[in-house]
């Protein structure tokens, strides 16, 4: 990593610690943040390692109807809620990893995306998810008995501390030996597997660390909004997750971080203004987005900087 990203990571750290404190509301930013620990899962298994899901809204809505009802029903402390709720979504991961692993392409997109709809309709029929209503007032509790989440600015400093480890584990994932035999398979895959790499292990342990961590994200999200509804589950969601991964960068860290950014800001500033037409309006923006940045935000970027670099040397 070169000074002047670090220095724009520190940057950035230092403004979501002053979030709070420079008048930008809590929820807004721990809700960006949620969403933003989402794109970064969902870029590990895309960007990484070549794998398009269409099925991610399954870990990421699910993991937060596990959540709240361990929280709400079975009044258990937030701790047990988010790791219940990260466990689910990684057995989860693990089940359509196994399902789906095998098909490349459009077939396994497809078969995240059928498996996906399969957890949507137990969610809309199970007794404990609370069906169209969902699971509603969800209470955030005390972290160890001690942290009063229901107060804004502690549970923004919580989930602010779970991004930022998260997203260090995962460029520590993709910077490790383990990450750059991921690369080789998005780049590669027939070259990998001449080389003796277990090529089918490695994708499937690549999509149970993405479904973990969309299912952290989910977890966050029921306890940071108190709901957990079928929007979380649907299909839509998937969308919008590779939306705010292809707007910010696919194969980038930041990228997704900056995609998810947008889309939730133009979402929260937009709807009530335009409603239903918010959807329409974020779908223009990312059609002229992908024509004009193909690489997504930060991926031009990162390309403008190279193309100097070369100018230079």
Known sequence: MNPAVRVT??????????????GLYPVFVMKALCFALFACAFNLLLGFTGLLSFGHAAFFGFSAYVTGWIVKTQAWTPLLGILGGTAVAALLGLVF???????????????????????????LQAPFTGGEDGLQAVPRGALFGVLPLANDTVMYYV????????????????????????????????????????????????FVLSAALSG???????????????????????GEVILMSLLGGVGTFLGPVIGAGLVISLQDTLADK????????????FVVCVLAFRRGIVGEVLALRERRKAKQG
Do not use: H
């Open 9 to 22: 990571y520190l940057v950035l750290l230092a403004l979501l610690i002053a979030a709070p404190l420079i």
């Open 274 to 285: 335009v409603g239903a037409w918010v959807t329409v309006i974020i779908g223009a923006i």
């Open 97 to 123: 990893g196994l399902v789906a692993i095998r098909r490349q392409g459009i077939y396994f997109a497809m078969i995240t995306l059928a498996l996906a709809q399969m957890v949507f309709f137990v969610c």
């Open 159 to 206: 989930v602010l501390t779970i991004f930022v480890a998260c997203f260090l584990a995962i460029l520590r994932i993709v910077t490790s030996p383990f990450g750059q035999v991921l690369k080789m398979i998005r780049e590669n895959e027939p070259r990998a597997i001449s080389l003796g790499y277990e090529v089918d292990r490695y994708k499937l342990l690549a």
């Open 216 to 238: 952290l994200a989910g977890s966050l999200k029921c306890l940071v909004m108190g709901l957990a509804s079928l929007t979380d589950v649907d299909w839509t969601m998937s």
